[in-house]
């Protein structure tokens, strides 16, 4: 009987899934220009696991827990903001991080949501690079006399 009240315990413990330590995350951080954030500080409060971004606003954690993790990037000693990742059970999870620009961040110390003023601070660099093409080019075109209409 003993025999197989051990048989019956180790068929058990085979059959039940294994701790889930294996998941990896990576990714790149970004700031508000899409341009890699070298140096930027990574990291994953709740497991206190830190990285820093390469040259490339590369990071990477290995042997997570499965499950959904939040990420934190610290850019200065006041600057953080954070994301969060599902990392799998076996294999890798890819979490890009884009950073709202400091502007959109002020509005959102307002009370503005920050993706609507990241949003109206890129449209009003859009108008401010047209508005200056439409200006180089008049004063590149040829000059024409005003007409005098004093009399």
Do not use: K
Not at 35 to 57: E, N, R
Not at 81 to 104: C, D, K, M, W
Not at 134 to 151: E, I, L
């Amino acid at each position: 009987m003993n025999r197989i009240a051990i048989l019956a315990s180790a068929l058990a413990l085979s059959i039940m899934p294994a701790a889930a330590h294996a998941g990896d995350l990576s990714g790149t951080v970004r700031d508000s220009a899409a341009q890699p954030v070298a140096g930027a500080q990574v990291s994953i409060p709740a497991l206190g696991a830190v990285t820093t971004t390469d040259a490339d606003g590369n990071y990477s954690f290995s042997g997570l827990d499965a499950g959904t993790h939040r990420i934190a990037v610290d850019l200065a000693a006041d600057v953080r903001q954070h994301a969060s990742a599902s990392v799998p059970e076996t294999g890798e999870a890819v979490r890009n991080i884009f950073l709202y620009s400091s502007a959109a961040l002020d509005h959102a110390r307002d009370g503005l949501n920050p993706v609507e003023a990241m949003l109206a601070e890129a449209l009003m660099a859009q108008a401010w690079e047209e508005a200056s093409e439409m200006t180089t080019r008049a004063m590149a075109s040829d000059a024409r006399p005003v007409p005098d209409f004093a009399g």
